[in-house]
């Protein structure tokens, strides 16, 4: 039979044994931890970094959206103003809804004015459009 201080000191070694290799785990899976906190913060500053251009991408597009729109607002008014038109609201009705307003163009001398927005491609229809360009400069 064994001497029970060796049968103690043995137990307490296995002990001691078992405390050390659960504190290696421990150790291990904090390690672990630490680098899975590490790689998630890194993905959350990529994360913002893509956030940030996305949203300066998208401020980029409201701009030129608006810039498109003050243009053509602006070609809009000019037309209007080189080219009145006279609006004329129909006459009150009883009902609620409204009612649309409705475009009347007045009678136009000399067979009219011939605008495009693109220039045409042939010669003669050019010199045509410069002809009409000109007159109503004058007029």
């Known amino acids: 039979m064994d001497d029970p201080i060796r049968v103690l000191l043995g137990l307490e070694a ?3 044994q078992g405390t050390i ?3 290696t ?3 291990a899976i904090k390690t672990t931890i630490i680098d899975l906190h590490k790689t998630l913060v890194g993905h959350h500053k990529e994360l913002h970094e893509s956030n940030k251009r996305i949203i300066n991408i998208q401020k980029e597009h409201i701009d030129m959206l608006t ?3 003050n243009y053509r607002t602006s070609v809009l008014e000019r037309l209007l103003a080189e080219h009145p038109y ?3 609201a129909p006459a009150a009705s009883s009902s609620a809804a409204p009612q ?3 475009v009347v163009i007045p009678e136009q001398t000399g067979g009219g ?6 220039p045409r ?3 003669a229809a050019k010199e045509e459009c410069e002809k009409a360009a000109k007159k109503s400069r004058f007029t």
């Open 113 to 118: 004015h011939n605008y495009r927005l693109r």
């Open 25 to 27: 785990e421990v150790s």
């Open 67 to 69: 810039a498109s729109l």
């Open 121 to 123: 491609k042939n010669k």
């Open 14 to 16: 296995r002990i001691m």
């Open 100 to 102: 649309a307003a409705t």
């Open 86 to 88: 006279i609006l004329q």
């Open 21 to 23: 290799d659960h504190l």
